[in-house]
Nanobody, 114 residues
Framework: QVQLVESGGGLVQAGGSLRLSCAAS????????MGWYRQAPGKQRELVAG???????IYEDSVKDRFTISRDNAKNAVYLQMNILKPEDTAVYYC????????WGQGTQVTVSS
């Protein structure tokens, strides 16, 4: 059984930075894609950033110039460097991995104060 373990969330002031990490463990042959979604209170879950095994990336428009996604295939891990954080980035951030099937992490809270 594959599990995703996230870390790196927390409370930060607007303009600050955080780095989220997510590592997959268990019986892993290969991972096609990994990335991050987020869900703010009262809103739908939305894709923040994703990266394929070939390092193709995709970003939600509002984070393109501020967030950077990367992965370490040897460690089965994905990272999200978040800079110039804004209060509207406040949400629970969920890591995902497509093996297939699609597996979710438990979520980590990111709170940006104004």
């Amino acid at each position: 059984q594959v599990q995703l373990v996230e870390s790196g969330g927390g409370l930060v002031q607007a303009g600050g930075s955080l780095r989220l990490s997510c590592a997959a463990s268990g019986s892993i042959f290969s991972i096609h894609a990994m990335g991050w979604y987020r869900q703010a209170p009262g809103k739908q879950r939305e894709l923040v950033a994703g990266i394929t095994s070939g390092n193709s990336t995709i970003y939600e428009d509002s984070v393109k110039d501020r967030f950077t996604i990367s992965r370490d295939n040897a460690k089965n891990a994905v990272y999200l460097q978040m800079n110039i954080l804004k209060p509207e980035d406040t949400a629970v951030y969920y890591c995902y991995a497509v093996f297939p099937p699609l597996v979710w992490g438990q979520g980590t809270q990111v709170t940006v104060s104004s």
